[in-house]
């Protein structure tokens, strides 16, 4: 009677879920498949034309896809390495003898709390007008001048925004990793005389290789889906130099009514990111160690 009990409260708690999960991503993901293989403007009265695997070939040769795949990619690179060094060394830090960590904690976590399109529109002001003027006053121009029209500079301005958000989230995942480490091993080194980096590197960084896969997931996921930074940081521009492949499909759909093709490119970016992420969790787990 019991067990019935328990079996039913579960069910109870999970079939919302399950319920949401599969009306708002199952469904309308299976829908899009079927999608990725029509021509059509997205009018409800105009014609879906069945074209089978031209979209799929057709983007293989679109160079402003195949260009905003590029961008992603280094985008994404470089975030990645950013974000989690900064958020280890944050997290080395916080956990340390500073005085005053629980203020630093707060405080390096506070930019994730900050919503993408409002965060892109504040650094939007800070990288145009603030650095503009910065430039004018100390005769640096440049150094400091509106990097949204630079293309270089502005996929530069991405990367510090994106790093700038997630540093502190991944360093509380760091946080956590350090903190569950075994105070008698970090003590037997100690006794062995292991100086500063070599118990960094052999001991803490083995131990702490579950956060290491939790990060990198996170990390590699996000960079590689941004969008909203995107839209509302740089729109994309200038001349497309910083469209990433979310924005690419988002043009793609809403700007340019292409709602066959630009589902069919979004099937590729889900089954690339897939791929990519799921390979990152197989080599990271299989270099963690138990404890």
């Known amino acids: 009677m019991r067990k019935r009990r328990d079996k039913a409260w579960y069910a109870l708690f999970v079939f919302p879920l399950v319920f949401i999960f599969t009306t708002v991503v199952v469904i309308p993901f299976i829908i899009g498949i079927g999608y990725s293989f029509i021509s059509w403007d997205g009018m409800p009265l105009n014609e879906k034309k069945f074209v089978g695997l031209d979209n799929y070939i057709r983007l293989f040769a679109d160079s402003r896809f195949l260009t905003s795949a590029v961008h992603t990619v280094l985008f994404t690179i470089f975030s990645v390495l950013l974000i989690n060094l900064l958020g280890l060394t944050f997290a080395l830090?916080?956990?340390?003898?500073?005085?005053?960590?629980?203020?630093?904690?707060?405080m390096l976590f506070m930019p994730y709390l900050i919503g993408g399109l409002?965060?892109?529109?504040?650094?939007?002001?800070?990288?145009?007008d603030v650095f503009k003027s910065i430039g004018q006053i100390t005769g640096l121009t440049k150094v400091f001048f509106s990097w949204l029209l630079n293309p270089r500079f502005a996929l530069v301005a991405m990367i510090i925004v994106a790093t700038w958000q997630m540093a502190g989230y991944i360093m509380i995942i760091y946080i956590n990793?350090?903190?569950?480490?075994p105070e008698d091993v970090l003590e037997a080194a100690k006794v062995d005389g292991a100086n500063f980096w070599q118990t960094l590197l052999r001991i803490k960084f083995p131990l702490i290789m579950p956060s290491f896969t939790i990060?990198?997931?996170?990390?590699?996921?996000n960079c590689f889906k941004l969008f909203d930074v995107n839209?509302?940081?740089?729109?994309?521009?200038?001349?497309?130099?910083?469209?990433?492949?979310?924005?690419?499909?988002?043009n793609e759909i809403f700007s340019l009514n292409n709602y066959g093709y630009g589902q069919a490119k979004a099937i590729v970016f889900f089954l690339?990111?897939?791929v990519?992420?799921?390979?990152?969790?197989s080599v990271t787990k299989k270099k963690e160690v138990e404890m």
Do not use: D, H
């Open 272 to 274: 690339a990111v897939a």
């Open 93 to 106: 830090a916080v956990t340390g003898k500073l005085k005053v960590k629980n203020a630093a904690r707060t």
């Open 231 to 250: 839209f509302s940081l740089t729109g994309g521009g200038p001349s497309n130099a910083t469209e990433m492949m979310a924005m690419n499909i988002y």
């Open 118 to 128: 409002i965060l892109g529109y504040i650094w939007k002001f800070i990288f145009t």
């Open 276 to 281: 990519i992420t799921l390979l990152q969790v």
């Open 215 to 221: 990060c990198l997931f996170l990390t590699l996921s």
């Open 177 to 181: 990793g350090i903190q569950a480490m």
